[in-house]
């Protein structure tokens, strides 16, 4: 109670950056703290002062790799992409792989760069997730090649 009664502000909703505060978080000393989840999907805690300073505007981890996540496939930063995650809002639970009913095929695709490619359609619900396994592996390479500027991540050539 004693916390919220002070007048404080209340950042949470508010965008800095690649950060987006979700709820205030213990203080860290003296300075007023927030949760904070990045563009990349992780999420960090920062102070009012960083935040508004612009000193910290992303979670610093996807930065320090290099990848800007201004980039994303299927509206997700490559980063989550390594990390296999699947959107919850997807019916097969593999992203970019959809049960077309009225043809009875998989639909596999791919958003790259705001862009949909269709990679066919497929009887088997594993083709599907082969084919977009397969688009993943090559855009997330063009990827990095075009934005994995972290100098040492150069040692990888062409398959
Ligand atoms: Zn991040």
Not at 68 to 84: H, N, P, Q
Not at 89 to 117: E, L
Request: charged share 30%; hydrophobic share 30%; aromatic share 8%.
């Amino acid at each position: 109670m004693e916390a919220y009664s002070r007048k404080k502000l209340n950042l949470t909703g508010q965008r800095f950056g690649r950060l987006t505060v979700i709820e205030p978080a213990p203080n860290m000393g003296k300075r007023t703290a927030w949760r904070c989840r990045c563009d990349c999907g992780r999420e960090t805690v920062v102070t009012t002062g960083r935040l508004r300073s612009g000193k910290t505007a992303s979670c610093g981890q996807c930065v320090e790799r290099g990848l800007s996540c201004l980039t994303y496939i299927d509206g997700t930063c490559v980063e989550m992409l390594e990390a296999k995650t699947v959107r919850r809002n997807n019916t097969s639970g593999v992203p970019g792989v959809d049960w077309r009913a009225s043809k009875g095929m998989w639909r596999a695709s791919i958003c790259f760069k705001g862009r949909r490619q269709y990679l066919g359609s497929f009887a088997r619900f594993e083709d599907a997730v082969e084919a977009r396994k397969r688009a993943e592996e090559n855009l997330h390479d063009q990827f990095l090649a075009e934005f994995g500027r972290n100098g040492s991540g150069k040692g990888k050539g062409p398959a």
